[in-house]
């Protein structure tokens, strides 16, 4: 099943597609400057029931006019399967296409990265028909950003380094410098990248610091990952009105049913619930249509 940090290594391309101009410093490599770049289709189906889809990929122009394909998978782990799948994809972008072809593998832990990145040989152990080596970007070796002003030279490439670097000890501090950057950053620009980092956290105890940074330092953006944590706290209010007003009337609210008013986040129901407080004689009743 694919999971949001999968979805965010590969997406913010997708969002960013002239991302992989500042990759290239990291990666060593020269592909020189993009002038444009173009989201492609990633289906890589042929008239056979096998489906293959690439993640993310992408032609980018240079301006020297030597444009080129960039095919981006995330890779949460390792998987002996995948460097034959790589291969396919590589194979067939270059057989369809006809032009200069990178593969690039975003990885969010250092072993995974450096599995990714060995050469892989496919052919007989005496002769290599095809030597499989994809670029890879990883804790090793994207950079841990800490210094807001670096943030807000390029918030793109800041929060795919911190999507890389979501395991680091020092998470907080990354964290606590991109939502400080994006303080200064146009909402269309912003807003995507918030959404982007909380789906590269994952479920990770990071991405709660990520929330509770966006409630505060973000708070008068309005993406979704935004608005849900405001309609949290209309929530958690709510529910404290209710329980509020059961004791002030006297209706004793047993621990069951006072752990489900406050782990309730549907304000609509809430709302239902505190109407009928006004009434109530019994802690049940709150639940109950009368």
């Not at 979704?224 to 709510?238: Q, V, Y």
């Given at each position: 099943m694919v999971s949001s940090p999968h979805e965010a290594m590969h997406r913010i391309f997708q969002e960013h597609p002239s991302l992989f101009s500042r990759l290239s410093e990291v990666l060593g490599i020269?592909?020189?400057p993009c002038s444009s770049a173009d989201v492609m289709p990633t289906d890589l189906t042929e008239n056979q029931p096998l489906e293959r889809r690439v993640d993310t990929l992408l032609r980018i122009e240079t301006e020297n006019g030597s444009p080129f394909l960039l095919a981006i998978e995330a890779q949460g782990r390792k998987d002996p399967e995948k460097p034959a799948t790589w291969a396919y994809y590589y194979a067939h972008l270059l057989n369809k296409y006809r032009m200069r072809t990178?593969?690039?593998?975003?990885?969010?832990?250092?072993s995974t990265a450096e599995w990714a990145a060995r050469p892989t040989h496919f052919g007989s152990p005496e002769h290599a028909v095809i030597t499989l080596r994809?670029?890879?970007?990883?804790?090793?070796?994207?950079?841990?950003?800490?210094?807001?002003?670096?943030?807000?030279?390029?918030?793109?490439?800041?929060t795919l380094a911190l999507i890389t670097h979501a395991d680091d000890?020092?998470?907080?501090?990354?964290?606590?410098?991109?939502?400080?950057?994006?303080?200064?950053?146009?909402e269309s620009i912003a807003n995507p990248l918030v959404e982007l980092t909380a789906q590269g956290l994952g479920n990770r105890p990071a991405a709660r610091q990520w929330r509770n940074l966006v409630a505060v330092d973000l708070s008068f953006y309005t993406s979704?990952?935004?608005?849900?944590?405001?309609?949290?706290?209309?929530?958690?209010?709510?529910a404290e009105d209710i329980l509020r007003l059961l004791e002030l009337r006297g209706v004793a609210v047993p621990d069951k049913a006072r752990e489900k008013i406050a782990d309730c986040d549907d304000l609509h129901l809430l709302d239902r619930w505190f109407s009928r407080a006004v009434t109530a004689t019994t802690a049940e009743d709150v639940f109950t249509e009368q």
């Open positions: 020269d592909t020189g990178l593969l690039l593998v975003v990885c969010q832990n250092r994809p670029l890879v970007v990883g804790p090793h070796n994207m950079p841990v950003i800490t210094e807001v002003a670096a943030a807000r030279k390029d918030p793109a490439f800041t000890p020092d998470i907080g501090a990354i964290l606590k410098t991109l939502s400080t950057a994006l303080r200064d950053t146009p979704p990952l935004s608005e849900e944590i405001r309609d949290e706290g209309r929530a958690k209010g709510r």
